[in-house]
């Protein structure tokens, strides 16, 4: 077993599909929270397959996305310092922010890297002692685990021109701002599945009995995603909102112990602004004042710069699941992964680059009578 | 193709948020708490990957992959658990008036 292939059998899949069809005795309203899953909904063809079962709202697990122009442009404000390198993963590169994107930097002399892991960034941090190397933190508790190891290595190595810049997000005040909004239309959650194999899904007991909402942990394989749908359908069905695990094999209960030890030694929540939510209280993690060191935004004093959101990107809208990526009128007109208006159509999670990429013979709603008239 | 996909995603170019990928623990190569790491064979292509969060793992044993750091050790039980769970769900008998629907 290695955990993939499993997960992609063409008949466990259908088995899933017909057991759900068989089940759901209406149309129901389910938001998958990751960007991740709303890729893998998508590129697999489930999403298609159950439209008339299954309405999917694309949640705002992209954390590329959420991120706030402000943050982006204290990023790029960064890398313009002369001394300073700074290292990204690679989807942050093209997400515009007020003036340029990070790539856009780049291309202007400022010194700035693509790296897989915030660890690769330290040990280049090592090996160039000269040089300041900050690394954008972009992620959700997925990815904390890995942002604070590199800060306590750093620490333990002592290594001292290495310094992150916190933009990472919690997921669970989202979820609970689209459940108390007043055009909520959430019927039941795909919950992330990474984000629960670090803080596990004990704490979203409270939240689905308030709300009277299913919640589903699953994974990004199809057969995890029919999986994950079919429990949805059945509690639906049976007027059930229970917590259910359908991604044993990478989550527990209480998540890992030992990752989550590693991010609470180093950050603390925060409130954060969110794209599409505004202020989310608890929305974010920032760097302990124990580790002020290695906090990007002490180390450099930074202006705190307050951005428009870009005008002609209904972006906001889409992650908080109120329109579909093609009710945008910039859609695939305007806005395309080469020439992004904003971040949901550069990222690899991000719904609207899903729509382009895989319903692309799909003429979007506004698009169509535009395309008709020239 | 999966040989590709992994050598694609393990690129930084190409970096997909919260993607774990699961991969094999091949060699310990440090048990240091905080330094842990360990070679990690990913359908045929291995990487040196950090394990602070998984010190119980060993070699053999399956972990999820994201950012370069082991995130968690993978439950070949709890796939199985899951198969077992599912199964009769699966299976369930469709009920009166379901031909309508398809």
Known sequence: MQFVDEF????????????????????????????GQTH????????????????????????????????IDAAIGLAQRPGVLLTAFGDMFRVPGSQMSLAGARSAGAAVRPVYSPLDALAWAQRNPRQEVVFFAVGFETTAPATALAVLQAERLGIKNF????????????????????????QAFLAAGHVCAVV???????????????IVVTGFEPYDLTIGLLACIEQLESGRCDVQNCYPRVVAEDGNPSALRIVSQVYETCDRDWRGFGLLRGGGLRIRPDYAEFDAERRFAMPAEKAEEPGRCRGGEVLSGRIKPTACAA????????????????????ACAAYFHYRGLRLPHSAAPRQVQS | MILKNSQYLLSG?????????????????????LLARAEVEFA????????????????????????????????????????AEIDPVMRAEPREGDDAIR
């Open chain 2, 44 to 83: 045929g292509v291995r990487r040196v990957c950090h394990l602070a969060c998984v010190p119980e793992a060993e070699v053999g044993d399956y972990v999820l992959v994201h950012a370069g750091v082991a995130i968690r050790r993978v439950d070949s039980a709890g796939a199985e658990r899951l198969i």
């Open chain 1, 163 to 186: 310094s992150v810049l916190a933009a990472h997000v919690c997921v669970q005040p989202a979820m609970e701002a689209i459940l108390g909004a007043p055009d909520n239309r959430v």
């Open chain 2, 13 to 33: 170019e190409r970096f997909t948020m919260c993607l774990g990928i699961p991969g094999r623990l091949v060699a310990w190569l440090d048990r240091d708490p």
């Open chain 1, 331 to 350: 859609f695939g007109i305007e806005c395309t992964p080469d020439r992004p208006l904003g971040a949901p159509m550069v990222s690899s999670e991000g």
């Open chain 1, 40 to 71: 893998a909904l998508l590129k697999s063809g489930i999403a298609d397959e159950l439209e008339d079962l299954i309405e999917l709202l694309h949640g705002p697990g992209c954390p590329v996305c959420v991120t706030s122009t402000e943050r």
């Open chain 1, 200 to 214: 596990g899904y004990r704490q979203y007991a409270e939240l689905a009995a308030r709300y009277h909402t299913p």
């Open chain 1, 8 to 35: 992609r059998d063409q008949a466990a899949v259908i088995a899933a599909i017909q057991a759900i069809r068989l089940r759901a005795s209406r149309r129901w309203t389910l938001m998958e929270v990751c960007g």
